[in-house]
Each structure stands twice: as C-alpha cells, then as structure tokens.
C-alpha cells in the first residue's frame, strides 16, 4: 500500500469520524442549505462548495465565495453548503473531504470536482478551461 493510499485512507476516517462527531444541537435549529440536487439544470453555470463553517480552509474560502457570488451574479450561481450541519447533503453529492468544489454546466452536468483550498484565480482558471470565460 502507498503512502498516498495510506493519507487518503486516514483523511476520509477523520472526515467520517468529524462528521460523526459534530454536536447535533448544530443542526437541530439550522436551515438547510439551499441548492439544486446534483445533475439539475439551472440555466447558469454553477459552483457549488461543500465544506463547514468551523473548518479552516473552508473559512478561507468564504470570502472568495461571496466575493464570486457578487460579480458573477445572474452569470453563475455560488453555492455553499455546510456538511457538518446538513450531513445528508456530503453523501448526496458525493464529498469525501472537505472542502470540495464542484463545477457544474447550465445543463446540471458535473463538468469537474476540485478538493482542498482553491483560490479565486484558479477557480476562475478553472472555468475558463471548462469554456466559461467570465
């Protein structure tokens, strides 16, 4: 076994296990986020990041989300969902760490999946090398 397999192995057991842990008094009173399943056509290209408001990186991209959902607006949707208070939704969009972004075409077609920190550049690279030019 690598020891990449090894990381990736431990990564998704503390994953599994944080999500486990997480104080259900969280989700008791919380809102579901709001988001279109996986797969359903929204007209606009879609960003959808998946990661937890108590979680490091997906405190960092916060700003960037909204920073994105403002300039970008009626041109893509930005959507953040928090797995630790809406647990349903990790196993509904397949995450297996966060934070996880995913990119989807007008169509609701998964058109790439990025896990980790990403900056605004690189997630605007990224659109560009999916065709979207914003």
């Known amino acids: 076994m690598s020891i990449r397999t ?28 709001t ?22 990186p997906c405190k960092m991209m916060a700003p960037i989300l909204d920073e994105l959902e403002k300039e970008y607006a009626g041109r893509m949707d930005v959507v953040f969902i928090d797995v630790w208070k809406n647990r349903e939704e990790a196993t509904r969009y397949g995450v297996q760490l966060i934070p996880t972004q995913i990119f989807y ?5 998964e058109l790439h999946r990025h896990q980790g920190f990403i900056g605004k550049e690189d997630i605007l690279a990224t659109w560009k090398q999916l065709g979207y030019n914003f």
Not at 105 to 109: E, N, Q, R, S, V
């Open 6 to 33: 090894l990381f990736v192995a431990a990564f998704t057991v503390f994953f599994v296990l944080s999500l486990t842990a997480c104080n259900k008094a969280d989700s008791a009173g919380s809102r579901p986020d």
């Open 35 to 56: 988001a279109p399943a996986p797969g359903v056509a929204t007209g606009v290209p879609r960003l959808v990041d998946l990661g937890a408001d108590k979680c490091i």
């Open 105 to 109: 075409g007008p169509d609701g077609k």
